[in-house]
């Protein structure tokens, strides 16, 4: 059975909930299951995914786009699995991502994480090590795997310009 959605008020939610992604703001009745199955806040005391969905319900859209919380969800689902109202506080978060990003707020951790890859290929500088390569090379598979670098430059220029 369906649940009944309902409207909230503020501007900075209904904007939330009407990007796609954003709609199930509009599920959450603030119950705080999400809170208490979540990985990360049971290692990081100030990240709560109810309290976050709180301050996009009641319109603090400053003090959340500028924020690092919303990039400390590391998009493991759980709460959306346990969620009783079946909201997914992932996707809420990722809309909040979009719009910070398109306002240009992105912590510097995950500046320098996307260029990283985008310049090695890798999450790690240097992480396609001489071990992968024996690896690969007793898999007769091809080792040599150099980035491309004209297609990094072609994706750099055309969607990270002034990014990062
Ligand atoms: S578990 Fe669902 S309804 Fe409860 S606070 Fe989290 S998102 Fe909202
Ligand atoms: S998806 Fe994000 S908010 Fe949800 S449990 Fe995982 S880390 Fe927590």
């Known amino acids: 059975m369906s649940k009944e959605l309902h ?3 503020s501007s900075f939610a209904m904007e939330i909930a009407s990007i796609p992604g954003g709609e199930d703001i509009r599920k959450c009745i603030q119950c705080g299951i999400c809170s208490a199955t979540c990985s990360v806040a049971s290692v990081v005391d100030k ?12 319109g603090e859209r400053n003090e959340v786009l500028k ?8 998009m493991c689902r759980t709460c959306e699995d346990r969620c ?10 990722h809309v909040v991502r979009q719009l910070a990003v398109k306002e240009g707020y992105i912590p510097d951790a995950f500046k320098q994480a996307t260029k990283t ?18 690896d690969r090379e007793n898999l007769n ?11 990094t430059r072609r994706l750099m ?5 002034g990014v990062i």
């Open 117 to 134: 890859v985008l310049l090695d290929g890798w999450m790690l500088e240097d992480a396609y090590s001489d071990f992968i390569e024996e």
């Open 47 to 58: 990240y709560r995914p109810r309290k976050l969905i709180q301050k996009i319900l009641i």
């Open 84 to 93: 009783q109202e079946g909201a997914s506080p992932v996707d809420i978060f």
């Open 141 to 151: 598979l091809d080792t040599n795997l150099e980035w491309n670098e004209e297609f």
């Open 67 to 74: 924020d690092d919380l919303p990039w400390l969800c590391m």
């Open 7 to 9: 409207s909230p008020t």
């Open 157 to 161: 220029s055309k969607y990270f310009k």
